[in-house]
């Protein structure tokens, strides 16, 4: 299905999702043979949007961050997934990520639903710069609706699965074609960061800017001992993380579907959250010296 400007109000109504998962679920899609959405925005093409549905519910499942052919963090196009989840009207937003833990006591394979980050490189991408209000500071304080994490929580502690911390810290190490070095991996782990990876943010700036309600949930796929096989050459340390990856995918989306009807009623009925209310203020705000002052313009 194609989607661009003439025919987006159609395809809204048609389309009925108003939660949006990024994640790689490649056995649900199999599986479930979702709908490919070709979406054509003014800030480029998205090919990597599927509709998708679970239990009678419709969701736009994004096919992860990468399209075809990897590059550093710091150059993924994450302003244009977030002006596409504007432009489908999406309004809930859930990312899923695979990163390293950082605690000590930490064993490979954990499912961290985050609390707070910590952004540690250099993003600057902003959605408001292009829109009618320009640029306006975005308040990072609370970086995750309560409602949605509550949701992913709930569900990520049900049937049995092992239980999910309530608070965990995601430092984002983000920007360069490298993994941490064992100096920086100390560091965090002395800064008290649970998990460390390369993409929840600008990811969740974007979002809060926009006033979406965003929440993310990560599974470690290395750890101490792991982590030290690998640097050691041991031939079967990368085939665990590997399998750490595809079971940690697996797991993570089963939990998202789980958390759907939840996330699919926080997306509909009004409640009480600052996600948009906060990005409404923002937009109405004026900025002190948004532009030069009258006397200070001289007509030579």
């Known amino acids: 299905m194609f989607v661009h400007p003439d025919n987006v109000a159609q395809v809204r109504s048609r389309l009925a999702a108003a939660v949006a998962v990024i994640a790689r679920p490649d056995s649900f899609m199999i599986r479930t043979d979702p709908v490919q959405l070709i979406v054509e925005t003014d800030h480029g093409v998205h090919a990597r949007c599927y509709l998708a549905s679970h239990d009678g519910i419709d969701f736009v499942l994004v096919y992860g961050r990468v399209d075809r052919k990897r590059q550093p963090s710091g150059g993924l196009n994450y302003r244009l997934t977030q002006h596409v989840e504007d432009f489908l009207g999406i309004t809930v937003l859930i990312g899923t990520f695979i990163v390293g833990s950082v605690r000590p006591t930490a064993a490979a394979g954990e499912i961290v639903v985050p609390s707070d980050l910590v952004g540690i490189g250099s993003h600057t ?107 050691q050459g041991e031939a079967d340390a990368r085939d665990g993380i590997d399998d750490l990856v595809l079971t940690g995918r697996t797991r993570m989306f089963d939990i998202v579907l789980d958390a759907l009807p939840s996330l699919d009623e926080l997306a509909r009925k009004p409640v009480e959250c600052d996600c948009r209310e906060q990005a409404e203020r923002r937009q109405a705000r004026s900025e002190h010296m948004y532009y030069r002052p009258r006397h200070l313009c001289v007509d030579w």
């Open 125 to 231: 991408a902003s959605n408001a710069v292009d829109g009618p209000f320009g640029f306006r500071t975005v308040d990072m304080y609370w970086p995750f609706c309560a409602h949605a994490r509550g949701a992913l929580l709930a569900a990520a502690n049900a049937n049995g699965r092992p239980p999910v911390p309530d608070r965990s810290i995601y430092a984002t190490f983000h920007g360069w074609p490298r993994i941490e070095t064992a100096a920086e991996l100390k560091l965090y782990a002395e800064q008290g960061f649970d998990v460390v990876g390369q993409t929840l943010d600008p990811e969740a700036t974007l979002a809060k800017e926009s006033g979406t309600h965003y929440a993310a949930m990560a599974v470690t796929v290395d750890d101490g001992p792991l982590r030290q096989q690998l640097m």
